[in-house]
C-alpha cells in the first residue's frame, strides 16, 4: 500500500497559514479552505536559489494545465507567491523570493 504524500500543513503551517489568510483577503474563500488539505508531491525541482515552490499533484513536467487553469497572485509582505488552480483544485505553489521556508519543528 503506499503512502499518501504528508500534508503541506504538516510540513510548513506556517506557509499553509499565511496562504489561508491571503486567499480570504483577496476573496478566495473556497481555496483558503482548500490550501490546508493540499499535499506536498515535491518540490519544484529547478535549482534556482530564489525558488521554493511545490507540487501539490501529479502532472507531467512542461505539460501545459489546460481548460479550467488559472493564477491567483498574491499579495505577502515579502517575494511571490502564485497559485496554478484547476477547476477549484490547487495544482501548484510558486513561492519565489522569500526567506527560506521552515520546516515544522525546525527552528
Known sequence: MEQEPPLVRDVFPELVDEL???LE???EH?????????RLVGECG??????QSIRTTDRPPGEPYGPGHRCVP??????????DVVNGRI???????RPPLRRRGQP
Not at 46 to 51: H, L, S
Not at 74 to 83: C, H, V
Not at 91 to 97: A, P, S, V
Open 46 to 51: 529547478c535549482r534556482d536559489d530564489f525558488c
Open 20 to 22: 489561508a489568510t491571503l
Open 74 to 83: 498574491l499579495l505577502p509582505s515579502s517575494g511571490d507567491l502564485i497559485l
Open 91 to 97: 495544482m501548484y505553489i510558486e513561492i519565489l523570493g
Open 30 to 38: 473556497w481555496l483558503a479552505v482548500c490550501v490546508r488539505d493540499v
Open 25 to 27: 483577503e483577496e476573496g
